[in-house]
């Protein structure tokens, strides 16, 4: 090649011209020319332009090397170094690799392909809008060496470049960037005439129903006070533009125009339904900030405000509402009010009213009946067009009302991340990190559960559908929570908001602050025999990483000899098989040991054991592993640190091990069980800040353990979810057989938590 390029650049090859030829880099790559020195690679290209070059015509030399470089694997592939993120044997930086025929990951030292996906064999891309991460999901069908990964997540600051260019080459993959929503149906004029009469109905309803604010400008006191002010000529003049205005913005019903449902530039004079003089003016402020937002003032000019006021102001309006219910019906009324009639659908205006309606309705909904009824029907109303923006507007307002419908109330009003994805038609999206370093952008509805989630992040990760006992948790720090099954996931990224601004206006600038950032994770949370499936890859590589996790943190109670097992086995999966060089392994025993052991591991111990498991693959290392981890009985059971004072035979600091069993106490990390309770023996447990009670009992006594925890909440739900799941009919066909043949004729004994309803407990917050 580099003969070629000389021909082409030089000509005929000519003697005493080796000066041509000392520019090296020009003709070989550093990679290659770093080898040798200049003086060495001269006389090497003089040779080559002489071999290769000599007597060619510069289209001939041209036509050569191209012909040449055709023959080279990534031909045609345009290269873009990435950073991936998780673990695997290949390491972060990679090559992503973009053709004609599909995307490659590609090793960055000797550019060896390590996999090729055609373009049929990925389903979907995914741009994180915030942070530069890139997302490739493939199909579920694949069966080569690639089938253990689903989703591809690297980090890149050229994502846009990236995503651009697969567009060009494979347009189904655009749906990052055009939006997919269904063909929508024309409607019929009858259709049209239906809708419109449905919404003239719920108008009359809600007037019948005498919830509405009667408007002071009627016909009536129009004469009222015209009369004795005008000449006869000028009252029938204004009397005809009056009528007119009303018969422009439709009929008149017991005193309600048109307009009074109709857009409005200028503030509202009074509340548009019945409210109490204190509510009617934080009513009158929020239609003022209604109108700021959407770039009106008070006498018309457009008002041009910076992003974060905007989000500020969306929310002062949400949280005024959803605080009373009248207030939010008046919220539900002067948006229905804004987004009805304007005169031009497309504006920048009537597209900001829209966006806060649909806002308002994938939060919470109006509790009125009649209110609701009107609500959707003027979003069907609307959602008839197939032309403008506003219906495209109203038909995201309607998936988010049915999506909203039925969930559990908010508790917060929308954080700014829900509120710019919200207003723009998107989905949420945020981060979802596992115990294997990986972590997903993953998009969800603003009324999703973290049961939805669950089933979103499985599919993402190509877990099982039927794979039970997942949550998710939010950390913060070295603390965690497990979320509730209902509880709503836009709810805790909302109060995540309020910590950061809490703790950042309130921050005092002479001491510094360990900031922390809240995020969410995956991993199981119910170890039950029957939610146990190590035939799935994709469990088997969850579970492997979260007991590597328990272990970091010095969640089980490890001997010296099992420290060094543990490290050799881990060593064969991360390494390989021992060569004969010295290995150091601080680095390979950090990532499965508590650091307090760390220090003290012999390393030629380690070398010892880790010749000994030489040709095992990485899966049977990571299976003996977890053999070698279910020799402790407790080794499913998830632990919490506790304290004691109601005994002065144990130890003050305790382990308090929650598993399908029940409850166990052990000294502080230790194997050492000082007592064990079946949760057929527990009668009732309560939660508080700091502190967990637990009444025990028998048919003969009654006791009562008070111990002393910060995660007092999550002991408590942890207990509810495991005794949930054993009060199945299932479990309880097997209590009750193994109860009758044990029974000893004393009936006597109180009811546990097993054979009564699960306690209501608060959500921490």
Not at 121 to 129: A, K, N, R, T
Not at 138 to 152: I, Y
Not at 686 to 698: D, F, Y
Request: glycine share 4%; net charge positive.
């Amino acid at each position: 090649l580099a003969g070629l390029q000389c021909q082409v650049s030089l000509g005929d090859p000519k003697e005493s011209t080796l000066e041509y030829y000392a520019d090296v880099e020009n003709y070989i790559p550093f990679r290659i020319s770093r080898i040798r020195s200049s003086d060495t690679w001269v006389p090497i290209l003089a040779q080559a332009h002489q071999q290769y070059g000599a007597g060619r015509s510069e289209l001939m030399a041209k036509v050569l090397y191209l012909s040449c470089v055709m023959q080279y694997p990534l031909y045609g592939t345009t290269m873009f170094h990435v950073t991936y993120r998780g673990y695997w044997s290949y390491g972060n930086s990679l090559i992503l690799g973009v053709n004609c025929e599909g995307l490659m990951l590609i090793k960055p030292e000797d550019k060896f392909v390590i996999y090729e996906f055609r373009y049929t064999d990925v389903e979907s891309i995914f741009l994180d809008p915030s942070d530069c991460f890139l997302t490739i999901n493939l199909m579920r069908h694949q069966n080569d060496n690639a089938s253990a990964h689903k989703c591809f997540v690297f980090e890149t600051p050229q994502k846009s470049e990236i995503g651009s260019l697969i567009v060009s080459y494979c347009p189904g993959l655009a749906g990052w960037i055009i939006e997919n929503e269904a063909p929508v149906k024309a409607i019929t004029n009858d259709d049209r005439i239906r809708l419109y009469h449905n919404v003239i109905n719920c108008r009359r309803s809600l007037i019948d129903s005498d919830m509405l604010n009667k408007p002071q400008d009627t016909p009536g006191s129009f004469l009222k006070n015209t009369l004795r002010r005008l000449s006869k000529h000028k009252l029938e003049k204004l009397w005809a533009e009056h009528i007119g205005s009303l018969s422009d913005h439709g009929e008149t019903y017991k005193g309600f125009s048109g307009s009074y449902w109709s857009f409005s530039r200028q503030p509202i004079s009074q509340s548009l339904s019945r409210l109490s003089e204190q509510d009617e003016q934080i009513a009158l402020q929020m239609f003022q900030i209604i109108l700021k937002y959407a770039g009106l003032g008070q006498n018309g000019e457009v008002v041009r405000r910076a992003e974060d006021e905007h989000v500020t102001l969306i929310q002062n309006v949400m949280e005024r509402s959803m605080r009373k219910e009248s207030l939010l019906c008046e919220l539900y009324l002067q948006l229905i009010k804004q987004t009805t009639e304007h005169p031009d659908p497309n504006s920048r205006v009537n597209l900001r009213h829209w966006a806060l309606l649909s806002l308002t309705c994938s939060v919470i909904l109006p509790p009125q009946h009649n209110i609701r009824k009107y609500l959707i029907a003027h979003l069907r109303k609307c959602a008839g067009d197939c032309v403008t923006e506003e219906g495209k507007y109203a038909r995201f307002a309607e998936k988010c009302v049915s999506k909203t419908k039925g969930t559990r109330r908010r508790q917060w009003p929308p954080s700014r991340e829900e509120i710019l994805c919200t207003i723009n038609r998107r989905l949420i999206y945020a981060r979802f990190h596992f115990m294997d370093g990986q972590y997903h952008a993953i998009e969800f509805h603003p009324s999703s559960t973290a049961k939805d989630v669950v089933e979103i992040v499985k599919n993402k990760i190509g877990l099982r559908k039927t794979a039970m006992g997942y949550a998710i948790y939010e950390v913060l720090g070295n603390s965690e929570r497990s979320l509730v099954a209902e509880e709503k996931l836009a709810d805790v990224m909302s109060k995540w908001e309020r910590y950061r601004n809490a703790n950042t206006g309130t921050a005092n600038t002479s001491k510094p602050i360990r900031k922390h950032s809240h995020i969410f994770l995956f991993k199981k949370h119910l170890f039950l025999d029957q939610y146990m499936d190590l035939d799935d890859p994709v469990e088997k590589e969850l579970l492997y990483h979260q007991v590597l996790h328990g272990l970091r943190c010095d969640r089980f109670p490890v001997t010296d000899n099992e420290a060094v097992m543990l490290t050799s086995l881990q060593a064969q999966v991360e390494l390989g098989d021992c060569e004969d060089n010295v290995i150091e392994y601080r680095q390979v025993s950090c990532h499965c040991l508590p650091s307090r052991l760390v220090t003290n591991l012999p390393n030629e111990d380690i070398a010892m054991h880790h010749q000994s498991l030489r040709g095992m693959t990485s899966a049977e290392a990571k299976k003996a592993f977890l053999n070698l981890i279910k020799s402790w009985p407790l080794h499913r059971a998830t632990i919490f640190d506790v304290m004691q004072s109601f005994t002065s035979n144990w130890p003050r600091v305790l382990w308090l091990a929650v598993d399908q069993a029940g409850l166990h106490l052990l000294e502080h990390r230790s194997r050492n069980a000082l007592c064990s309770y079946e949760y057929d023996s527990i009668l009732s447990y309560s939660p508080a800040v700091n502190c967990l009670m637990i009444i025990t009992g028998s048919d003969k006594k009654q006791s009562k353990i008070i111990l002393t925890t910060s995660q007092a909440f999550q002991v408590a739900n942890l207990i509810r979810e495991y005794t949930e799941v054993l009060q199945s009919p299932q479990s309880f066909k097997k209590r009750e057989s193994g109860r009758k043949n044990g029974m000893n004729g004393s009936n006597s004994r109180p009811v546990s938590i097993l054979h009564k309803p699960a306690p209501a407990i608060e959500m921490q917050t």
